[in-house]
């Protein structure tokens, strides 16, 4: 009971805190640069995550693709 609370107390404390840091970037370096910014450390994080925890994966160009189409689509 105490760790749950203890987990969403972190999690609301973290979820205020980076908005609070985003406007800082925003103000700083602007709101596209912000956002581009913000998708490529996300990005290399997953990447990063997917390499080490998800099962062996056989790549193709069909893969790639559709990887690539999904980032487009999700940036836009």
Same mark, same amino acid.
């Given at each position: 009971?105490?760790?749950?609370?203890?987990?969403?107390?972190?999690?609301?404390?973290?979820?205020?805190?980076?908005?609070?840091?985003?406007?800082?970037?925003?103000?700083?370096?602007?709101?596209?640069?912000?956002?581009?910014?913000?998708?490529?450390?996300? =990005? $290399?994080?997953?990447?990063? +995550?997917? &390499?080490? #925890? !998800?099962?062996? =994966? $056989?790549?193709?160009?069909? +893969?790639? &693709?559709? #990887? !690539?189409?999904?980032?487009?689509?999700?940036?836009?």
């Amino acid at each position: 009971m105490l760790s749950s609370f203890l987990f969403g107390l972190i999690a609301m404390l973290a979820w205020g805190s980076a908005d609070f840091f985003a406007k800082k970037a925003v103000d700083k370096i602007g709101t596209y640069a912000t956002l581009w910014w913000n998708y490529v450390v996300s =990005v $290399v994080l997953y990447l990063a +995550l997917f &390499f080490m #925890f !998800a099962p062996p =994966v $056989v790549w193709s160009q069909q +893969l790639v &693709f559709l #990887f !690539a189409v999904g980032a487009i689509v999700t940036f836009l």
